[in-house]
């Protein structure tokens, strides 16, 4: 549980990654290196007299759809989106937001349905969080949202299909890892923020929500094409990739994750960050700083 003075903390830490948030839409354009992003949000950072809660994620193209990618060394191009997950450390309390953006400054239609299912997710696990709520509530409204978008979109066959993983698992025991759409979703939604960027929460420890409680929500949806051919030849797994092979090679490259820090209060929940993730916000950042300019 944070006590005042810690949240005041990370109050500053989340709102100078949200500023350095702003910065990187009004500086990426097609053509640049995802260093100079990350250098732009870094000079942020440091005007602010904070340093690096951890290695900033800044991947774009193929790069969006590797969870812990740190190069950040690719030329974006247009037509890519960028993954920027970074945050401030200010005086020991670590902050973490994710933002996902088109490069070339307007989302493409394929790119904006990836992007509106997962930011639907994210507001699902959001609406349940107050004190005494169960996280795996939380877990749950995220992922019934994007497994019921990805079965609209094609991805997979539906909500409930399975498949036979090419990994260890008894489907038996833990049915929701033998999900079809569980290849595109890749890691959980939350963990709690503080003296470290992957702080324990209260509900790792109690399984429920409680004041004072800072934590961060953030489904993701990475779809890599690649991942099919991982899949072993069993009827099963054949008629999965029948079905939905052509619909993925459409959507591939697109890795999509929004990440926000919220704060439980004695009555409800705070969302604290505040960088710009609903699309038309992003696109009007955008589009003041010049990017998406060849």
Known sequence: RKSPAEIALLREAIAITDEAHRTALRTIEPGMREYQ???AIEATFRSHGAGLAFPGIVGSGPNSTTLHYVANDRRMEAGDVMVMDIGAHVEGYAADITRTVPVSGEFTADQRAIYDLVLAAQKAAEAVVRPGAPAAASLR????VR????????LIEAPDATYDPPWPVDCDARPDQCLQGMLFMIHGISHGIGLEVHDPAQFYFTGSYQPGDVFTIEPGIYIQASVLDLLEDTPKNRAFLA???ETVARYDDIGVRIEDDYLVTADGVERLSAAPREVEAIEAAMAEGGGGSE
Request: proline residues 0%; without cysteine; aromatic residues 0%.
């Open 37 to 39: 992003v990350q250098a």
């Open 141 to 144: 409204a995220s992922l019934e």
């Open 147 to 154: 497994l019921q978008g990805l079965a609209e979109l094609g």
């Open 243 to 245: 079905a939905v092979r």
